[in-house]
């Protein structure tokens, strides 16, 4: 597609339970992020790979989180025994370099993220 | 911990009036953006700036990137409500794979 795709919009989990989100990137980006948006906050990093190696998973909040990219292309987010605290929006982004940001060279382009409640 | 600091944190102006949104850190960048983002979707990139002391316009809005590299401010003038949104700046820095993003500010202009 034209653009980021993310799914599922909207999800509702009971504590305890797992999630996993998916994102679609734009064909041929290289590096991939993850970020956790809090509401009417800016987003937090989560992670980033680029192709299929993650490169960085600094900003998992802890070992409930996981993220996976395994040919390079679709990246999964995965949550488990969700706690309340996780909710939030998880935004996926895509860029076609693998560096660049220095330069303002890099443009992240935004999915609509995903937006997790959980009760 | 977010290493931006925006403000003011909400603003809400009449159709009309000028703004100014700033974005502040102890911490140098180098290079910074601006990003819009409506309800229920993504940021979507406004502008990049690479120097210190940079200006940059974009039709009504006006960038500046600090001489330090630390802070950057965004003026609107004649405020619209389409520019009603959630406005994040976004820092890089050397060694580091991602973008750090402020705290936004919310901006409505009323009608």
């Known amino acids: 597609g034209a653009g980021v795709s993310q799914s599922p919009r909207y999800k509702v989990a009971k504590r305890g339970q797992d999630v996993a989100l998916r994102c679609d990137p734009i064909?041929?980006?290289?590096?991939l992020f993850w970020y956790q948006q809090a509401l009417g906050q800016g987003p937090e990093f989560l992670t980033y790979?680029?192709?299929?190696?993650?490169?960085?998973k600094s900003g998992l909040p802890s070992d409930r989180f996981f993220a996976e990219r395994p040919e390079g292309s679709v990246s999964t987010l995965k949550i488990q025994r969700t706690q309340q605290e996780d909710s939030a929006v998880y935004l996926c982004?895509?860029?076609?370099?693998?560096?660049?940001?220095?330069?303002?060279?890099?443009?992240?382009?935004f999915g609509a993220g995903s937006r997790l409640t959980v009760l | 911990t977010q290493l931006l600091e925006q403000s003011p944190q909400f603003l809400s102006i009449q159709e009309g009036e000028n703004l100014t949104v700033y974005c502040n850190s102890s911490s140098v960048f180098s290079s910074l953006q601006w990003y819009r983002q409506e309800p229920g979707e993504g940021p979507v990139l406004l502008v990049t700036v690479v120097t210190g002391g940079e200006v940059k316009k974009l039709k009504r809005l006006t960038f500046q990137f600090g001489d330090a590299r630390k802070d950057s401010s965004l003026h609107i003038t004649a405020a619209q409500p389409g520019d009603t949104g959630l406005y994040l700046c976004?820092?890089?820095?050397?060694?580091?794979?991602?973008?750090?993003f402020g705290t936004g500010t919310r901006l409505t202009v009323i009608p």
């Open positions: 064909s041929g980006h290289v590096s």
């Open positions: 982004a895509s860029s076609f370099r693998d560096r660049g940001l220095l330069s303002g060279a890099n443009v992240l382009t």
């Open positions: 976004a820092g890089a820095q050397t060694g580091a794979n991602n973008l750090f």
């Open positions: 790979f680029q192709n299929e190696a993650q490169l960085d």
